[in-house]
């Protein structure tokens, strides 16, 4: 199995998993999605309660978290600490612009910009991988009454993500009294792949999808933030 690079986006490190993993070898096994993440946000406020920005915290399953890791543990303890795998952390962020960082941020109905990723961090949590970084807004925006809503997904579904079932999945740093964070799940709860999908959907068709294709909105999970 190839040696993961730091260089590669995650499209391409998912890809190589996939591969490197053997996974293709059983017909069930080529569904989508290929790879599972589980998130947690953080929705941060600035001067005059104006929205700055977003940190995501994403945790990997336990396949891609050794898959992508390999050859990391440059002094051979048998840890990966964050300096190890800090480069790998700049790169994948860096390189997630490419996805728009498969984050959609609104603020009264409005959908914002994103500056460039800053802050990336990785670290290793038992056999599972966590990279976090937090995106700002190009100009913060004041919410008022307004609702700001969050939504994580990939439109393509080759990754899906799920939100944490942990009480800080949705956190607001420095909001406005009064704000309040609720979640909105996916009504289809169970991943659909291709090897359940209705006739016609092989992984051919998922494998034809592009971003602009919009297929995995379905499954996008959802942050909404209301203040008085």
């Not at 001067?47 to 994403?58: D, K, L, M, S």
């Not at 937090?134 to 579904?157: F, H």
């Amino acid at each position: 199995m190839p040696t993961a690079s730091p260089s590669r986006n995650l499209r391409r490190l998912t890809q190589r998993l996939a591969i490197g993993a053997g996974v293709l070898a059983a017909g069930p096994a080529l569904a989508h999605p290929h790879v599972w993440v589980t998130t947690k946000a953080e929705i941060a406020y600035g001067e005059g309660g104006r929205v700055t920005g977003i940190r995501n915290a994403w945790t990997f399953d336990s396949s891609y978290s050794a898959f992508v890791t390999q050859g990391l543990d440059t002094n051979g303890d048998g840890k990966l600490t964050p300096a190890e795998l800090s480069g790998l952390a700049t790169e994948n962020t860096t390189n997630l612009a490419e996805f728009g960082y498969f984050t959609k941020l609104k603020v009264a109905g409005k959908e914002q910009v994103f500056g460039d990723p800053i802050e990336p961090r990785m670290a290793m949590d038992g056999d599972k991988l966590t990279l976090s970084f937090l995106l700002p807004l190009k100009t913060p925006v004041a919410q008022g009454r307004g609702v700001t809503a969050v939504e994580i997904y990939d439109p393509s579904y080759f990754v899906s993500f799920s939100l944490s079932e942990d009480a800080d999945v949705a956190r607001l740093s420095g909001a406005p009294a009064g704000c309040a964070a609720t979640v909105t799940r996916p009504k289809n709860e169970s991943a659909k792949t291709a090897d359940t999908a209705k006739p016609g959907m092989s992984e051919a068709f998922f494998e034809a999808l592009t971003s602009a294709s919009n297929y995995g909105v379905q499954f996008a999970n959802r942050i909404i933030v209301a203040c008085p």
